[in-house]
DNA sequence: CTGAGGATGTTTGTATACATTAATTTTCAT
DNA sequence: ATGAAAATTAATGTATACAAACATCCTCAG
């Protein structure tokens, strides 16, 4: 379920994923080809090419279109139709520190609200987990389990608040380009620099689950905040010095400018 | 632009609405009749009824659905179509407090990056205005003028902080039923209880924009997150003893329970 | 009398045809 | 040759027709 994110959550075989619905298998080949590079940046997306190029009807590709606009993969032009979007690194970095606050609020109204020992218990035995991933050493690591289960331990906190309309929200966040917690974990492009990260994230796991546990609101929430921060270390990472390796990031083939923001 | 919830953003003939693209037609026509519970809660919205209903066909009509779907009006069925959601207390209060948590980002932004003093002086100027519409005792004050510059100032905040993403969110959670700054001022619902409430918030707006000029990011945060908690105290007032004048409040007809969450 | 099975009617999901608006090219005048 | 304007082409927005899925109700056996 929390596998890769081209792939969908359908069954192993190609012939059931035939039988998915018009609309979701629009969605699915949409965000691949944008996430992939497949339709470029600014490119106006022409409904009768991608429908026929999909396999389905104008409609379903529509609805799927309004899909991946809410995403925020597409903007709708005001002349109409849509094209690619095309994302600054200022959107990126503004999309991490809204997955953090976000995240933050969650595990603050968790640690006021209070949770109960069992899904505690869960969170526990889900990090647990992650450091068997993690394993003793860096060739030990098992990347993909990493980024399986962070992606599992992020969605167990969300709930954790115990707000629908904030997961709600959250799951949105998720879903825009690189700025989920797993952006920078796919397709196996974990280096050695960003390795170590991970043992850095896992402690604010615990941290966090810890600070819940003992109702600190404030002190979930500033960790929170933070722990969502290692990934614009990863950004700036993969935007400098690690360039080389950043073809395997998803979405990134959307980011324009390589430029830093100025203080207005 | 910041006239009425219902009303859109149509010109004041009735024909010049009647050219508008039938998707916006769609849009307004299902939020009001939701809204104004035309719709009950929980009805399956039945696409062909609705459609002869609003003078639209099915496409369009269909869009719209999805967009109200986004907004948190409706729900989809697992069985496919739509319902009017229900939407429990809790649902309000998480939306309230997730406004003030993002409205709090992006004071906290605005601060910390900095804002050109061209654009704090618009923000001054529609204080003052503010205080024109408050007038000088209850019997002056102008509530559709405050409303309406509220939801101004509200927006303006928003963009101070800089961040498209983030107000992009921003207008998302503003158009969710009761959370939007505005939401209990609609309809002139305004009583001598709220309307003590119009000063503590104006007093709120100037500490907000002062703490974002001195660049106080912590304090601008704090700031706005405790001003939406305004909105809880109102809806608290219209959900028991202000029971009676709570017809007027657009959405309210979306609450299902009355009752209070517990602690889990 | 009750429950399972099937037939029927209604509703959604999809495809396609039509209408309207935007983009492009061509033409003509300056 | 260049610019503007009109005509043409191509795209989107909308309506409708069709198909598949869901719900309902009726029948009939146990």
């Known amino acids: 379920m929390y596998t890769n994110i081209l792939r969908g959550r359908e069954g192993t075989g190609v012939a059931e994923a035939e039988k998915k619905i018009s609309y979701q298998r629009a969605v699915m080949g949409l965000r691949e080809r944008i996430l992939t590079g497949a339709l470029a940046v600014g490119d106006r ?17 529509r609805e799927a279109m309004s899909e991946l606009v809410e995403q925020g993969l597409l903007e709708k032009m005001p002349t109409g139709g849509c094209m690619v ?23 603050r109204l968790a640690a006021e609200r209070g949770v109960s020992g069992d899904r505690l218990a869960a969170c526990d035995a889900l990090l647990d987990r992650i450091d068997v991933a993690l394993g003793r050493s860096a060739e030990n690591t098992d990347f993909e389990l990493y980024m399986d289960l962070n992606a599992q331990f992020h969605h167990a906190l969300a709930q954790l608040g115990g ?11 998720t879903n825009m380009p690189m700025a989920g917690p797993s952006a920078f974990l796919q397709g196996q492009a974990v280096i050695p620099q960003t390795l170590r990260s991970l043992l850095v994230a896992q402690d604010h796991h615990r941290s966090i689950v810890d600070a819940i546990r003992q109702r600190e ?31 395997r990031i998803p979405g990134i083939a959307l980011m324009a400018d390589v430029g830093t923001r100025g203080v207005g």
Chains 1, 2 share one sequence.
């Open 45 to 61: 997306v022409s409904e009768v090419a991608l429908a026929r190029d999909l396999g389905v009807s104008r409609t379903p590709l």
């Open 85 to 107: 979007r095309s994302l600054t690194r200022a959107d990126v970095e503004d999309g991490i520190e809204l997955r953090g606050t976000l995240e933050g609020l969650a595990c």
């Open 163 to 173: 707000s629908a309309v904030v997961l709600r929200e959250l799951e949105r966040v």
């Open 217 to 247: 609101g404030a002190r979930a929430e500033a960790l929170a905040r933070e722990h969502a921060r290692l990934a614009l270390r990863n950004l700036n990472f993969f935007l400098g010095e690690g360039a080389r390796h950043s073809a």
